[in-house]
C-alpha cells in the first residue's frame, strides 16, 4: 500500500508545503493537505479551475492529485478554544470542523490513518516589527501559530499515525543566527520549533517509533516570505554569499522532505536539516 501524507500548510502553489505535496506525490504517497480557513476557498476554486494545473505537473508528465482539502486553524485546538468572534466571522463560518483536534477527527474518518506528517506553516502578526518592539501579544501568537501549532497537530495526529510513520517541519536559521528583519518573535519561534524536534523525536519514537525532523530551508518567494518584506534581499545574499551560486528552488526541499520521511531515513530523527545551498556554514559574507 502506499503511504499516506497529511500536508498542513498549502494555500497556493509557490510554498515549500506545495513543493513537498508534489514530491511525495511523485514517490508514490497519497496527498492530503490542510489549508487555513480564511485562504481555503480561494485555493479550493483555484484548484477547481485549473490555475494549478501546470505547476501540478510531476516528472512522470501525470498531475499531481490532492485527495482532499481540509480547512484547518492550527492557533485552535479543539472547539472550545475558539474565541465568539471567530466563530461569527463570515470566513470562519462558512466551514467546519477546522481545529486541530476536529481535523484529526475528520482525517481519521476519511482514511483512518495517515504515515506522514508535515507542518509547513507559520504566522507572526508583528514580523516585520524588531524584537524590541514586539508586543507580548505579537510574540505569543507568534510562537502560537509557528511552534505550539506543531506540538498540537503531532498530538493529535499521532494516534492515527501508523508506526514506522515519520513528520517533519519547516525551519529558518534565524533562529540560531542574528537574521535582521525576521521579527515579531519569529526568531524566537523557529528556535522553539528546533528545541520541540528534538523532545518530540524522543517522546514520539519511544512511544509510536515515529521520527521527527524539521528542515531548516533557505530563502523563497513564497507568499509568507514576502509578507516580512526582506526576501529578495535574502535571496541575493544567499546567490552571493553561500557555497553554492545557484538559486534555491522549492523542489529541492520537497525532495528532501520525502527523503526524510522514507525508510531510507530510517534512522534519522531529532535532526535540523540544512536545505539552504551551504549557507549555514559560512561565516562571514564574501
Ligand atoms: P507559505 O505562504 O506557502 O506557507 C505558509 C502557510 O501557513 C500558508 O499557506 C498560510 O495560509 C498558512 N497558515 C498561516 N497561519 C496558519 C494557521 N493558523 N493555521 C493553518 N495554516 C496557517 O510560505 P512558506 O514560506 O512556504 O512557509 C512554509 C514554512 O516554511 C513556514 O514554516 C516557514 O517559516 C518556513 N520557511 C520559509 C522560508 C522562506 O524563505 N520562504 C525559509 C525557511 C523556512
Avoid: C
Avoid at 498549502?10 to 508534489?22: E, Q, S
Avoid at 501546470?54 to 501525470?62: A, F, I, N, Q, V
Avoid at 498531475?63 to 482539502?69: A, D, N, R
Amino acid at each position: 500500500r502506499g503511504k499516506r501524507a497529511f500536508i498542513a500548510g498549502v494555500a497556493d502553489d509557490n510554498g515549500y508545503g506545495w513543493a513537498i505535496a508534489k514530491s511525495l506525490a511523485a514517490a508514490g504517497a497519497e496527498i492530503l493537505v490542510g489549508t487555513w480557513v480564511p485562504a481555503l476557498n480561494i485555493f479550493e476554486s483555484s484548484l477547481r479551475r485549473g490555475k494549478f494545473d501546470e505547476s501540478r505537473k510531476l516528472p512522470d508528465g501525470s498531475l499531481m492529485e490532492i485527495t482532499k482539502v481540509y480547512p484547518l486553524d492550527a492557533v485552535y485546538d479543539t472547539l472550545e478554544d475558539v474565541p465568539e468572534d471567530v466563530k461569527a466571522n463570515k470566513r470562519y463560518a462558512g466551514s467546519s470542523k477546522w481545529t486541530v483536534q476536529e481535523a484529526a477527527e475528520s482525517v481519521k474518518q476519511d482514511f483512518g490513518t495517515i504515515d506522514i506528517l508535515v507542518h509547513s506553516l507559520a504566522n507572526g502578526p508583528e514580523v516585520t516589527k524588531p524584537l524590541l518592539e514586539t508586543s507580548r501579544k505579537g510574540y505569543l501568537a507568534a510562537i502560537s501559530a509557528s511552534s505550539y501549532s506543531y506540538v498540537s497537530l503531532l498530538k493529535h495526529f499521532i494516534p492515527i499515525m501508523n508506526p514506522g510513520g515519520a513528520s517533519i517541519s519547516l525551519t529558518y536559521i534565524a533562529s540560531e543566527r542574528i537574521i535582521p528583519g525576521y521579527g515579531g518573535g519569529m526568531s524566537s519561534a523557529k528556535a522553539a520549533l528546533e528545541s520541540d524536534t528534538r523532545v518530540l523525536a524522543f517522546e514520539a519514537g519511544r512511544r509510536h517509533k515515529i521520527r521527527v525532523n524539521t528542515i531548516s530551508a533557505g530563502p523563497l518567494g513564497s507568499r509568507a516570505a514576502k509578507a516580512i518584506g526582506f526576501i529578495d534581499k535574502m535571496i541575493d545574499y544567499s546567490y552571493a554569499n553561500a557555497p553554492l551560486q545557484k538559486e534555491l528552488s522549492a523542489d529541492e526541499v520537497g525532495n528532501t522532505a520525502a527523503f526524510l520521511v522514507s525508510p531510507l531515513a530510517s534512522a534519522i530523527t531529532g535532526a535540523v536539516v540544512y536545505v539552504d545551498n551551504g549557507l549555514n556554514a559560512m561565516g562571514v559574507g564574501v
